[in-house]
Nanobody, 124 residues
Framework: QLQLTESGGGSVQAGGSLRLSCAASEVVPNDYAIGWFRQAPGKEREAVSWISFLDGRTWYTDSVQGRFTITRDNAKNTAYLQMDNVNVEDMAIYLC?????????????????WGLGTLVTVSS
């Protein structure tokens, strides 16, 4: 089972940028994806973005499209989430997840590998 460690969270002003990192404890299989979910107080966990470790295919939820960019470094077993032009609605705990790509696309509730999360706070 992969262990995932997030880093890069913190405080940022609205309109600013942050880069989150998610490092896996071992080689990420090619049929896996790494993705980011977020959970704000009183809200349900929301999928934000994912990236395939095979071909780099990406997906973004509508609210971050054009502002966030997910990338991966296969050699470092790490994925990154570049968050630009953040707004107060982006404030949440961001959790990294890794599993078979099909789980991200079809049944994310079955994803097995999760990080502990990193907090992103946005001030207006």
């Amino acid at each position: 089972q992969l262990q995932l460690t997030e880093s890069g969270g913190g405080s940022v002003q609205a309109g600013g940028s942050l880069r989150l990192s998610c490092a896996a404890s071992e080689v990420v299989p090619n049929d896996y994806a790494i993705g980011w979910f977020r959970q704000a107080p009183g809200k349900e966990r929301e999928a934000v973005s994912w990236i395939s470790f095979l071909d780099g295919r990406t997906w973004y939820t509508d609210s971050v499209q054009g502002r966030f960019t997910i990338t991966r470094d296969n050699a470092k077993n790490t994925a990154y989430l570049q968050m630009d032009n953040v707004n107060v609605e982006d404030m949440a705990i961001y959790l990294c997840a890794a599993d078979l790509l099909v789980k991200f696309t079809a049944y994310p509730f079955a994803i097995n590998n999760w990080g502990l999360g990193t907090l992103v706070t946005v001030s207006s």
